[in-house]
């Protein structure tokens, strides 16, 4: 049932566009109606589609930086819909039974549209406002069905037109009244569910931005960056430009890239020559291999294709030689997305026979996996990868903020810690991704867990570094530079931890 979650609110997304741009269409044409009240309405009609484009576009990196500027459209798209439906309540130009609710819905979700706005412009608003945005934001993980609906810019709410004409078919009628429950649906959603396990979320980020980072004298202790949206095709000239300047400024000696099955043998090569300096400079690199789809988290399962995956591996070894290969990105995390819930047993198989073919192309390579769901089946690949005849080098975790856990990241270094007092692994440990969602919960959550994860990781001997999840948005709102290309508090917070890092090693 839950898998049905994310399609049916792309598919009422696309319902509610439709007849926003035809009812305010019709009633902008109505002569009858208050020429301010029709003028809204055009306005409304017109603006919504190029707005909500607008706001995809300046979703990422790549497009960001073109259209920056015009950003400011879909909050006054917002604001417009908000106008119109308060004008209609207000001269009882509609039934009152979906008046209302419509009405409230569109003030509420206008007001979280502004708050959003601020906050993807660096912005710092009062701590009641990013509650809101945060309560949205687990709203529409309940709608989604997925907590990866807290990265991606296509899972948004939509305003609803105030229908300020009688129906004249039943048929109207009623769909009229389900659009109402639907608006009522989402204010009990975001007012009663979301806001107090929001205001309970960032109270659990704010509780780490004081933690202290344990000196690491040996040295054996680094800090890396994901970079480059995952790839499929060569990575687009400005994500180059961008991610290429944030290694500078941050002086990282350690990157991540995550490959997609099936990439190309351009798109490799590529990133080999991308890559080629670094790994001149001795560079540690880490590849993933990937999945497909991830912007659209939810839409169907993909077939897990082992021999695919394996072959674009053992391209990824050859051309790009990486320290550490990660045969499969979060088997329990973005492989449970990508394909459903697989059983241990396969995963096993799976990167057993990775593990091999890597050792043929590459017998200094470091095979590696990563937990993180920390649930039963997480915990037997755990277990398995870190034993002593298992043909995984590197065991490792990915620790992201969950919705489902109060927000925070405890939950799921408890359960590490558990893992490692209960078998204590004889192999080196990672954390290959830790980050935030600056705007889901604003910038400073992002900073905090950072920050959380880095304390924690820094505190284990074992653990021997972490990855930054990521250096920008790419359609997945979570780097440390935003699209329209201002760094995030979270870079400087990195920064503060490399270097301090460094000097404890000296």
Known sequence: MRTLLAPAHLALTVIILVWDIALAGRIAQNRQAPRVFQAICALAALLILPGLLLTLATSTIITGRAVAAMDWVWPVVLILFAIQAVYALAKRLVNLAWGIPIAVYDVLIALVGMVHYSVAHGGSPARPLVTLLAARSLAMVFAGGSSAVLMTPLYLNVPMVSPAFPALRPLTATFRLVMSLLAVMWVVFIVALGFPRAVVQLRNYSAHQNDQLRERPNGDFTVGLKIFPDIANPPPPPAVRSDSALI???????????VVPGAS??????LAHLLDPARRDSTILIVAIGYRGKLLPGLGRRTFDASQRIATMRQVIARLRPTIILPAEDPYGSGERAFGELPPSQWKAYLAQAAHAAKAADRRVRVGVSASAYNANDSSLFAWAAAPGSPIDVVGFSLLPSPYVGGG?????????????AAPPKKPLWVFATG???????EASQRDAIWEVLSWATDHDAIKGLIVYEAGDYGQSRGLRAPDGRLRPAAGAVLRAIRAIRESAR
Not at 265 to 270: E, H, T
Not at 436 to 442: D, E, K, Q, T, V
């Open 265 to 270: 043998k351009a798109a490799i090569d590529s």
């Open 248 to 258: 500078d400024s941050l002086d990282v000696h350690t990157l991540e890239v995550v």
């Open 409 to 421: 990241i405890q939950s799921d270094t408890r359960t590490a810690d558990r893992w490692l007092r």
């Open 436 to 442: 935030g969602y600056p705007l889901a919960y604003g």
